[in-house]
């Protein structure tokens, strides 16, 4: 694996950029504070493609980055896009989970020459109306006990902390059955400075408590122009959305299906071989016309 920084002026961000394999390429986006490198048990199971795991910025080793200026759905579009032609793209397959599933989506609406296929991973984020998030999300955002959580999230914690806190948004299963050198991908970057101030700032940006803020959700209208071949693969107990909730909204995507696999939030971390079926099927169907 290869690593290299991706460099953007508008905006003006740094993304680190993770390679693998060779062959079509297929770009990964990474959850909220979760690292691209977690996608790891996934791509061993994809074989016959170059991976390309993007690090967006204030997320693991990327710098920090505040999301502020303009409507964060036109920053991640701008992101990916930029991302796109760093690496000399018209147009690439992508898998996004959580946050990278709704940057994904957001993409296939406002730039969807960009997106020939997507694997949409778990709940996209506030994608949906049917959305609701943890109460350490909704503790996080809170004007009040906000700043306080950000605070603590540079403290020294144990690995047992960490693995309670991920369960609250994975799924118990997912996060002990972590290595350990998994969970610390997912724990330390958020002890580096500013990436924890990253993390509150998107937040508070994408919700408001435990809802989605309005602007951040999709619309019908918006669904139904998705021209792009999607697969949705959701985890039986995703605590953020189930795939009951989610149906009604992915049936109105003209090209999308729906893959209930095992698991929660991140069913590849729980059966990674499972979860590769439904990408790979997508990966080697008939390219985008």
């Known amino acids: 694996m290869t690593e290299h920084p991706i460099m953007l002026e508008d905006p003006p961000v740094r993304l680190r950029a993770l390679t693998t394999g060779s062959g079509t390429p297929v770009i990964h986006v990474n959850g909220l504070s979760v690292p691209a490198m977690g996608f790891a048990p996934l791509i061993a199971q994809l074989p016959g493609h170059r991976h390309v795991l993007l690090d967006l910025p204030g997320h693991s080793l990327a710098p920090p980055y505040r999301w502020q200026g303009r409507p964060v759905r036109d920053l991640a579009v701008r992101v990916l896009t930029g991302a796109l032609d760093a690496l000399g793209l018209q147009h690439a397959a992508f898998v996004g989970s959580s946050l990278g599933g709704l940057f994904t989506l957001w ?9 020939s296929r997507a694997a949409i991973i778990g709940t996209p984020a506030t994608a949906l109306p049917t959305i609701r998030g943890t109460a350490s999300m909704a503790a996080l955002a809170s004007p009040v006990r906000g700043p306080l959580v950000q605070w603590s999230m540079r403290l020294p914690s144990p690995r047992a902390l960490a693995r309670a806190a991920l369960a609250e948004a994975i799924g118990t299963n997912a996060a002990h059955g972590m290595t350990n050198d998994l969970l610390d991908l997912h724990r ?13 700032a ?30 949705f693969i959701w985890g039986e107990q995703d605590v953020f959305c189930s795939p009951r909730q989610g149906r009604p909204s992915v049936a109105k995507i003209p090209q999308a299906q729906l893959a209930v696999v095992p698991g929660g939030h991140n069913p590849w971390l729980e059966d990674a071989a499972g979860c590769a079926t439904p990408v790979r099927s997508l990966l080697t169907g008939a390219p985008k016309t």
């Open 107 to 115: 993409a296939a609406i406002d730039a969807p020459a960009r997106i």
């Open 188 to 200: 330390l970057p958020l002890r580096l400075p500013g990436q924890a101030a990253s993390y509150r």
């Open 202 to 231: 998107l937040l508070r940006r994408l919700m408001h408590g435990r809802a989605a803020r309005r602007e951040n959700i999709l619309t019908d209208t918006e669904l139904a122009g998705i021209a792009a071949p999607l697969h």
